[in-house]
């Protein structure tokens, strides 16, 4: 039975073209078997939110251009909402990829499933998830896990190395069209099961599509605590989160999918103690803020 090394899904040529472009494709990062438990988790999701605009929170929906209707785009906390995206935040492979590269004291703050519906996917603008804030050593950066593939017609679009590049340089494409020839990018083309991790400050977008394929992408964020300790979190907050990574690293253990592996050891320091009363909510919402202003 194979034993999954902590670090093994990247090298260090891979890390370090990901420090210096701002992604890196993972393929095959998820078995078979897991991949089908998240496709039967999140189409559930997914068909509850489109049958109609739900309020509960989380769920959202952007204007179609050609009917008028609302379509669903995004569901927050899916980590909250399905048990086969809860083990898969406690991947053990997937943490060690994390913990190569932004160092072992890190936490998540936040999961979201975001989905291109079939016949109508949105423009995504040329933007950044961060900016001259993020600049240095050590990276943040999200873990994109693939549930459907990505062809041409429904990837994102990066600039290489526009996450090296000062505020004033990427503020020029912030919020344009996205148009990948005019700005050089490169399409990231996935298959399901595949990881792609991107830098909170790599330009990255996705012209609209008709395509009749649904897209589904999991959203992981992962941070060093150094960093979040620069945005003044909630008192509180690196405890919670770091308990909320802990209780899903549990939940995997506990499962089929932890057969084979070795658990990811996570002991990260955390400014002040955790909080010792019970389990934690899986909405991150009620963990706190980790930007406040000073």
């Not at 739900?54 to 929906?61: K, P, S, V």
């Not at 526009?162 to 069209?177: F, H, I, L, T, V």
């Amino acid at each position: 039975m194979r034993q999954w090394a902590l670090t093994e899904l990247i090298n260090d040529e891979q890390a370090q073209f990901f420090r210096d472009n701002g992604y890196l494709r993972i393929p095959g990062a998820v078995t078979a078997q897991e991949l089908q438990q998240l496709q039967n988790d999140t189409q559930g999701l997914i068909d509850y939110g489109a049958a109609e605009v739900r309020t509960e929170r989380g769920y959202q929906y952007y204007d179609s251009t050609v009917t008028g209707e609302k379509i669903l785009i995004r569901i927050e906390y899916p980590v909250h909402r399905s048990e086969a995206c809860k083990r898969l935040m406690g991947h053990p492979s997937m943490l060690g990829v994390v913990e190569k590269i932004s160092g072992r004291d890190f936490i998540s703050i936040g999961d979201a499933l975001v989905v291109k519906m079939p016949g109508e996917g949105p423009q995504v603008r040329w933007h950044r998830d961060g900016g001259s804030e993020w600049n240095g050593t050590p990276q943040n950066f999200n873990v994109d896990t693939y549930l459907d593939e990505a062809a041409e017609d429904t990837c994102i679009w990066v600039i290489p190395g526009s996450n090296r590049w000062p505020d004033e340089k990427a503020e020029a494409w912030q919020g344009k069209d996205c148009e990948p020839a005019a700005a050089g990018a490169v399409p990231c083309l996935m298959k399901a099961g595949d990881v792609l991790l991107h830098d909170a400050r790599v330009l990255h977008g996705s012209p609209r599509t008709t395509a009749p394929q649904q897209r589904r992408t999991l959203y992981y964020w992962f941070y060093p605590i150094e960093v979040v300790q620069r945005f003044n979190p909630t008192p509180g907050y690196c405890g919670r989160r770091s308990k909320f990574l802990q209780q899903c690293i549990d939940a995997r253990n506990q499962s089929d999918c932890a057969a084979g592996e070795v658990p990811f050891d996570y002991r990260p320091c955390i400014p002040g103690d955790p909080p010792d009363d019970g389990p934690v909510s899986f909405i991150y919402g009620e963990h706190g803020a980790w930007m406040r202003e000073p």
